[in-house]
T-cell receptor
Framework: AQKITQTQPGMFVQEKEAVTLDCTYD???????LFWYKQPSSGEMIFLIY??????QNATEGRYSLNFQKARKSANLVISASQLGDSAMYFC??????????????FGSGTQLTVLP | KAGVTQTPRYLIKTRGQQVTLSCSPI?????VSWYQQTPGQGLQFLFE???????NKGNFPGRFSGRQFSNSRSEMNVSTLELGDSALYLC?????????????FGQGTRLTVV
């Protein structure tokens, strides 16, 4: 079974500063993928960044980077130069990539990020 | 390239009725998964369809069902609606190939049962 833990229900950050959203995971799968999504109040789940368990380098996508520490089973999202539009709920999720494994995403409980002007 | 399209965006239904939600995946994507999101339970997996076959199913009662058509569009049906079925229903589209690294969501259908 897979489990995602996000221990920060809410976070505040000043505009233009960087913020780190925590995510730890638990799985027995040797091959898995980790995802981060942003969900504004409109409800749409917006894909931000992906990290594969065998990827040697941390993933980056524009202002988003994923701090992947496999031994610690953590996949923290770093948002640089925060903008007011970054205020939203952020979800960490994982999926097994092993052949024959169930393919659904397992989500954490989310972190509500508020960017202050 | 069009994204994932879910219709309708909003629905209000009465207890006991049934409802059908639709999801059109990204062109070329063959897998469609459905999730229910509620404030109390968070995001929970309902089922996944691939090539018109249900490949996985979450822990939901039989009132929740789905299907997928040959063009990969998927529908989800909930019969005998209960107040607790009020939720945001999201569908995700992916290629479903080996080591699939994509999962893109639609805007969701917000269902309210009164």
């Amino acid at each position: 079974a897979q489990k995602i833990t996000q221990t920060q229900p809410g976070m505040f950050v000043q505009e233009k500063e960087a913020v780190t959203l925590d995510c730890t995971y638990d799985t027995s799968d040797p091959s898995y993928g980790l995802f981060w999504y942003k969900q504004p109040s409109s409800g749409e789940m917006i894909f931000l960044i992906y990290q594969g368990s065998y990827d040697q380098q941390n993933a980056t996508e524009g202002r988003y980077s994923l701090n992947f520490q496999k031994a610690r089973k953590s996949a923290n999202l770093v948002i640089s130069a925060s903008q007011l539009g970054d205020s939203a709920m952020y979800f960490c999720a994982m999926r097994s990539l092993s052949s024959g494994s169930a393919r659904q995403l397992t989500f954490g409980s989310g972190t509500q990020l508020t960017v202050l002007p | 390239k069009a994204g994932v399209t879910q219709t309708p965006r909003y629905l209000i239904k009465t207890r006991g009725q049934q409802v059908t939600l639709s999801c059109s995946p990204i062109s070329g994507h063959r897998s469609v998964s459905w999730y229910q999101q509620t404030p109390g339970q968070g995001l929970q997996f309902l089922f996944e369809y691939f090539s018109e076959t249900q490949r996985n199913k979450g822990n939901f009662p039989g009132r929740f069902s789905g299907r997928q058509f040959s063009n990969s569009r998927s529908e989800m049906n909930v019969s005998t609606l209960e107040l607790g079925d009020s939720a945001l229903y999201l569908c995700a589209s992916s290629l479903a190939g080996a080591g699939d690294t994509e999962a893109f969501f639609g805007q969701g259908t917000r269902l309210t049962v009164v």
